[in-house]
């Protein structure tokens, strides 16, 4: 049981890094929930941890419903979450790095936080809570519907921020996704009953 706490701690600490490192200093935004709180950011200044947990009670009271173990864990991955974010904000900035190189290794290192929460049976956020619920019913993979659900939310950033530059975000997601599904299909993720 600790060692599962320690790596949700791990996936929450890579993507606090891949958040604050590479994402916000281009102005790049992710897929689901992070990417809403991004948009929230850039358009009106919210604090991105802040944010993600407003946006995540009405999706996690609906996964009460539905399975209160996996409820409890991913409360948990988005408290560790959400602080990580906010806590490591300090390197934004730190690295000047093309666009397309930040948009590579964010997604990479985001990814690399998701995969390890699902191993984990748990998540950082409520689209990735959405997925992991979906695929359990329909045996589709994971990283395939976040891949789905997280490009529809930045092709609806792109239309309202209207910066062609996130284009390189639909970069992120797809490093997020392949990484999380890669994660997830070395070890079937065991669900919680």
Do not use: E, Q
Not at 6 to 20: H, P, Q, S, T, V
Not at 66 to 77: D, E, I, P, T, W
Not at 143 to 170: A, N, Q
């Amino acid at each position: 049981m600790k060692r599962k706490w320690i790596m949700i701690g791990l996936g929450g600490m890579f993507i606090g890094i891949g958040i604050n490192l590479f994402i916000l200093p281009s102005h790049i935004i992710n897929g689901g929930v992070f990417g809403i709180s991004l948009l929230l950011k850039y358009l009106l200044g919210f604090k991105v941890g802040i944010s993600i947990v407003c946006i995540n009670i009405p999706i996690y009271l609906s996964a009460l419903k539905h399975n209160r173990s996996y409820f409890y864990n991913s409360l948990f991955g988005l408290t560790i979450t959400s602080l990580a974010i906010d806590l490591l904000f300090p390197l934004n900035g730190v690295f000047d790095l093309p666009v397309f190189v930040s948009a590579l290794l964010g997604g990479l290192t985001i990814g690399l936080g998701v995969g390890i929460m699902l191993r984990h049976n748990t998540c950082p956020g409520g689209v990735d809570l959405l997925a992991f619920l979906l695929s359990k019913w329909t045996s589709v993979n994971i990283g395939f519907l976040l891949l789905l659900i997280d490009t529809s939310i930045v092709l609806i950033g792109l239309c309202i921020v209207g910066d062609k530059t996130l284009i390189y975000s639909l970069i992120t997601v797809g490093g997020v996704s392949i990484t999380a599904g890669i994660l997830t299909s070395f070890r079937s993720v065991i669900y919680l009953r």
